[in-house]
């Protein structure tokens, strides 16, 4: 980590991919699965439905859950792990946690563009990541996803553009929850959607901007007490916005015409528990 790329274009279009992914940067994704419970006052953590020994967790890994980072002291069995700080938050079980092995962390994407990968699923790739800039960043050209970021904590995102690739934006955020800023990215002329939205939880979006997309302006699934605002969805060929399987979550300001479907389409997040609010 702590490393930056600053008024860069890198060109794939001589390059021989072999990975599916132009440029990547990554930690590893130890566990996530089941849920946990902390304690007030205390170390322990309790799992339902973990696999914390079998999925090799170790100490010196990292557990993100309810907007906060800790590191993992001791693992006792598959339910059972303390971490080396004592939890000074409310007492809650159900949490949705990561458990992540050294995190690609501290870096910087600034002032650059990437493009033209001949043949690709993705042309960056973010898996893994922490404390992270992404500032005036171009994705372009590509046989795949513009940018593909999954798994991450503390993100810095402003002005990006994704344009003529397979896809936009895909954005999963692994059900963990994060601080995060994410505002002014615009995807436009994608054979598939310009945003594909999965598994939010808590954050907050601004400033997207999707047109001229073959498929979906904006697919947002699972998103879960999140925030979106001024969601502008222009000329895409399914529909402008599609939110499924929403809950608690909450989409403000923003405009939606002229594409080939519904200008909104709001049938999983209707059917989900919660509320979900279009204003």
């Known amino acids: 980590g702590g490393e930056s790329l600053s008024g860069v274009i890198i060109d794939f279009s001589n390059t021989t991919i072999s990975n599916g992914t132009g440029m990547q940067f990554f930690g590893t994704n130890v566990a996530g699965a089941g849920t946990i419970t902390l304690t007030n006052g205390s170390s322990t953590v309790s799992g339902s439905g973990t696999f914390f020994n079998a999925n090799g967790v170790t100490s010196g890994d990292v557990i993100y859950v309810n907007y906060s980072k800790y590191t993992v002291s001791t693992v006792t069995n598959n339910t059972t792990l ?12 159900g949490f949705q946690y990561g458990i992540f092995r050294n995190p690609l962390s501290n870096f ?3 002032n650059m563009t990437f493009q033209d990968t001949p043949a690709s699923t993705k042309l960056v790739h973010l ?3 922490e ?7 171009s994705f372009k050209n590509s046989i795949g996803y513009g940018l593909y970021m999954e798994n991450f904590f503390l993100p810095y995102v402003n002005n990006l553009r994704a344009s003529n690739n397979l896809g936009g934006f895909y954005i999963d955020g692994g059900d963990v929850e994060t601080p995060a800023f994410i505002n002014g990215l615009v995807a436009n002329d994608s054979v598939g959607a ?7 939880r808590g954050i907050s979006m601004s400033n997207l901007f999707s047109s001229g997309n073959s498929d979906q302006g904006m697919d947002i699934s699972g998103a879960i007490n999140s925030t979106f605002t001024g969601l502008y969805s222009i000329g895409n060929g399914g529909n402008g916005i599609e939110s499924d399987v929403a809950s608690d979550s909450h989409f403000i ?26 204003a």
């Open 127 to 129: 898996n893994v990541v």
């Open 253 to 278: 300001g923003g405009a939606s015409v002229k594409n080939g479907g519904d200008g909104i389409n709001t049938s999983g997040a209707v059917a989900a528990t919660g509320s979900v609010t279009f």
């Open 131 to 137: 404390n992270f800039l992404l500032d005036n960043v």
């Open 108 to 110: 910087g994407l600034i």
């Open 194 to 200: 310009g945003f594909l939205i999965n598994n939010v």
């Open 82 to 93: 303390t971490i080396s700080e004592t939890y000074n938050g409310n007492t809650a079980s």
